[in-house]
């Protein structure tokens, strides 16, 4: 059996193939470059602030930097390290993050692989549900889980806020797992069934391993999403248990600001979705395209 | 070593109309190579996974050495599959990959380094057990599969299309060692492939399904000489018997100017006054187009050349229907498209007769 491939025919070239040969050339560089330095420029402001005292930032303009390097200071950041409040934000933005992510993607591929791989009354039907579920805007839920969270006593709790992430992540996580399980072969899983693996030591040994790159990916978004998340935290978490971004918020106000805190607090929210973005960009890649490409 | 029976099996799939598998019986002998085969959906694979314990069996018994395997878990079977594409672990080394049936069971790793190492110079695979399935060859994959199948001594060695969509199954042919291995180390083994040809030359004896169900169980030769089905008939050989539909008139079949004449058994066999004539492309000549001669008037319609000899298709009309001959035409001059021939059976050359109604071969 021969491989077909596409065959091209001279002088009419399909009209996805000349755009996508516009977009990768020269023209296309300087596109992205102009919006990427555009949407730059606050943040580099924003940046440049952060090692600025307040009283420079409220008379001059974070540019005339370049013309009086004697601005400089670190006492913003050295401030901010000493504040209990800021610290302690810090602090409920990971313990938030971290199991908010790791039981999505946990329980998400469990839930997954079931999906994919095991027949059970009403999966189908099951799973329709929950994929309508992704389509449930999280302000729907507000009110409701917030009078749920009184009557358990975790409103204002840690837990509480990490609940209603696991709750609103699950969806997406399923199915963007389902799908890229569903393409591993079949044959592997029997392959390993043949020998006495069990559902546990399929989902171990085949689909942990084969799924990794979708696993990863989800593992990032679901990160980035939880780490910079305002809303919930603003809705669900209290004075105590408040994270990084409801902090900083609760610094703005309509006439005037703490920039002195906002500024360097705001990069050191930034720096670790910076530093996960980077780390990880290779599955970033591979996990937007999970689904369309056979694993 | 132990012999395989299934008897009477049957695999119904949830919502299907008809059972995938349905009543078949088959007793494979221990230490055979038993070719199953059919077109694809005739529930060969299927057969082979009720074996395996990957497909429950929901009527009838499959025993594996005398044993009843029905409640079996499938590594208790003493089965192992070669699936189609390999199924080899793309993050595992070809030496972790012929160790999964050892590692699984949590065989004492000293022992399974050296069975490993022992299967795979056996397989020829010794020099490659460090690299990953995808930086070898498509000879060394399936060398590894083959290696991760006996690794575990087996008593049942089951190959579900192992080459499907490949083309070669170089597992199979000849000068592949791995054909003598079976032999040598005595594993009964089955077979699936929808390759009649591929089955050929190394099957001990050769299940042909159809839909579900055993149409014929023998020796290649039995199969190929006496096709008990039609089904067979058709599946069977590269290309496929030619098969033309004929009224029956007084215990006489017309093909224009040729007659076939039934046996009083034959024709008490029959269940419609219709029969099934069967000619293989071998049997038939290509004479010219005199009148008078005897033979069956046709006109070509596509001459291939195959390198060796050509493949000649003409077109007949028998009782007012027009069918298609296949003939393999090797010596003598080639007709043109267009040419009006006329066919003759080779003498000596067997006719094969099938029931209309039933799809059965009647009786000689």
Request: contains cysteine; hydrophobic residues 50%; proline residues 6%.
């Amino acid at each position: 059996m021969s491989v077909t491939r596409p065959v091209a025919v001279p002088g009419r070239v399909p009209l996805g193939t000349r755009v996508a040969k516009r977009l990768t050339g020269g023209a296309m560089y300087i596109i992205v470059l102009v919006v990427g330095v555009v949407w730059l420029i606050p943040t580099l402001g924003l940046f440049i602030s952060s090692f600025r005292k307040a009283s420079d930032i409220s008379n001059t303009g974070w540019w005339t930097v370049f013309t009086h390097p004697a601005q400089l200071t670190f006492k913003d950041y050295t401030d901010i390290f000493g504040n209990k409040g800021i610290i302690q934000s810090l602090w409920n933005t990971v313990l938030i993050t971290v199991p908010a992510t790791a039981l999505v993607v946990f329980l998400g591929a469990l839930a997954a692989y079931a999906f994919a791989w095991i027949d059970f009354r009403g999966r189908d039907w099951l799973f329709v549900v929950v994929v309508g579920l992704m389509v449930v805007p999280i302000q729907v839920a507000l009110l409701p889980v917030a009078s749920l969270y009184n009557r358990l006593h975790i409103f204002g709790s840690i837990i509480g806020v990490v609940l209603f992430h696991v709750g609103f992540g699950l969806p997406f996580a399923i199915y963007l797992l389902r799908n890229f399980f569903a393409a591993i072969p079949r044959e592997l899983l029997e392959a390993t069934r043949m020998e006495g693996g069990s559902e546990w030591t399929i989902f171990r040994k085949v689909i942990v391993p084969l799924g990794l790159p979708a696993i990863a990916s989800l593992a990032i978004f679901q990160f980035l999403w939880v780490w910079n998340d305002l809303l919930v935290a603003l809705v669900f978490s209290n004075a105590k248990t408040q994270p990084l971004t409801v902090a900083l918020q609760s610094n703005m106000r309509q006439f005037g600001s703490n920039i002195d805190i906002l500024a360097p607090g705001a990069f050191l929210s930034l720096s670790v979705p910076l530093i996960v973005f980077f780390a990880f960009q290779r599955y970033f890649v591979q996990g937007l395209m999970a689904g369309s490409v056979k694993g | 070593m132990a012999d395989v029976r299934f008897i009477d099996a049957t695999r119904v799939f949830h919502g299907a109309w008809r059972p995938a598998v349905d009543d078949v019986s088959i007793d494979v002998r221990d230490g055979e190579l038993l070719v199953l085969t059919g077109p694809s959906g005739s529930g060969k694979s299927t057969l082979l996974r009720m074996l395996a314990g990957l497909e429950p069996v929901d009527r009838g018994t499959v025993l594996i050495g005398g044993k009843d395997v029905g409640r079996t878990a499938p590594d208790k079977r003493g089965v192992s599959m070669i699936f189609q594409g390999f199924a080899l672990f793309p993050h595992q080394t070809i030496r972790e990959n012929i160790a999964l049936p050892l590692t699984m069971r949590k065989s004492s790793v000293k022992s399974a380094a050296a069975r490993v190492q022992q299967v795979a110079e056996l397989c020829g695979v010794a020099d490659h057990l460090n690299a990953k399935p995808d930086t070898v060859g498509y000879d060394v994959r399936q060398r590894t599969t083959m290696a991760r199948a006996i690794v575990r001594r087996p008593d049942v060695v089951c190959l579900d299309e192992p080459l499907a969509g490949s083309g070669t199954p170089l597992m199979m042919r000849g000068r592949s060692p791995i054909a003598a291995l079976q032999r040598e180390l005595g594993i009964t083994t089955l077979y699936a492939t929808c390759s009649s040809v591929d089955a050929w030359q190394i099957a001990d004896r050769i299940a042909v399904l159809d839909n579900g169900r055993l149409q014929q169980l023998g020796t290649p030769a039995e199969v190929f000489t006496t096709p008990a089905t039609i089904a067979v008939a058709q599946f069977l050989g590269e290309p496929g018997m030619n098969l033309l539909p004929a009224p029956i008139t007084a215990g006489t079949a017309h093909l224009s100017a040729f007659t076939v004449v039934l046996t009083p058994t034959q024709s008490a066999a029959l269940t419609t006054p219709r029969v099934v004539i069967g000619i293989r492309p071998e049997d038939l000549t290509i004479g010219s187009g005199a009148e008078g001669a005897e033979g069956i008037r046709a006109t070509v319609v596509l001459v291939r050349d195959t390198g060796r000899d050509y493949l000649v298709t003409a077109r007949t009309v028998v009782a007012g229907e027009e069918s298609d001959l296949v003939v393999r035409h090797s010596e003598g001059p080639v007709p043109a498209k267009g040419e009006r021939v006329v066919l003759a059976v080779r003498p000596g050359a067997s006719l094969h007769l099938f029931d209309a109604g039933s799809g059965v071969r009647l009786p000689e």
